[in-house]
């Protein structure tokens, strides 16, 4: 008899056992032994107590339970989209004076346990709050005409200047690869973790160049080499051509095919920034193409790399059947940057003057503003075109 059952049959038997008189106390305590295998004065002590009391928790009391601490600690999680604990714990002291201006001053003590807290008690606090989420779809089609003349990078650990940036495109399909939608086309530095996104309809070539122009003009370094997959966005004669045309060419390399390692640093961004901003929806409508590019280069671009730190893997040694990793403190793409000695001091002059003018919770306002337009037209398509 599992516990379930046994909490059934004592819930069942408590309150006749509570009524009965001594002699038929004597028999039910009996068939409860028998059934249940309880030590007598055990279960004598069970009957007698409440079916809903709950045992005190042993230990000291914790000294993250106070309402306040709780609200400002969630308000802050949220508003960083859910961050890990480990780099939760670097946010907060970026987030929290913004917190205190939004939302108005803490106590002393409140702000000092916000700043004192460990990464596994941020897990302790948050753990009832913990989300899961599905996965999407695969949308790479490979690009035959030039892998030939395109060379494999499998190998990143030599990149220690910003410009070398890895790319690639997340199809905002739904259930279904059929059909026109949009992509998101994801570009992300190897040494600084800075990302940009831009929406484009149906990946086709001149559109991807186009906006990988534009996140070109809009990065603080400049662009040395570009590694991406096997998909025909890339591996086509117009990227070749934008990249080999300039007094500098730019390095243009490609992963090994289903190896989604090779291209590590920006396949992990797809959950980060498009899937965690957009979701698995379907997004048919190109007119939605220009209202998401202004929430990717502008809100976002600004709220992710300003204000949400990022951790890089330092090591990875083998130890028998398994692994230990070492990381390095996080730290925001903003911050990586402005350690950067190979950025220029007028571009991080540009940056330091932006930044100082932030605040993460206005942009996360602005963020949520342009979401509820872009979903309210999401969801008119979708009503139209059910009803044709």
Sequence with gaps: MGHKEKHAYRQAIQERYQKAS???KKHILDEFCAVCRYNRKY??????QSLWCRKRKRGRKSHYSDPVFLKAILGIWRATDFMCSYRLKAAIPLWLPF?????????????DKLLAISRPTLDRVLKPLRARYRKGLSGTKPGSMLRNQIPIRTDNWDITRPGFMEADTVAHCGNSLAGDFVWSLIMTDIHTAWTECRAVWNKGADDVVGQVKDIEHNLPFELFGFDCDNGSEFLNYHLVRYFADRKKP?????????KKNDNAHVEQKNWAHPRHLLGYDRINNPALVPLINDLYANQWSLYQNHFCPSVKLLS???IGSRYRKAYDDPL?????VMNSPDVSQEKKMQLSKIHTELNPF?????????LKAIFKQVLVTSFVRRRL
């Design 362 to 370: 206005s942009l996360k306002d602005a963020i949520e503003r342009k």
């Design 43 to 48: 279960a004598i002590r069970l009957l007698h």
């Design 316 to 318: 990875k040694t083998r």
């Design 332 to 336: 925001t793409p903003f911050q990586r």
């Design 250 to 258: 730019v390095g243009l390399t490609r992963s090994r095919p289903y």
């Design 22 to 24: 001594r002699k038929d």
């Design 99 to 111: 917190y205190e201006q939004s939302f108005g001053r803490l106590a002393a003590e409140v702000h």
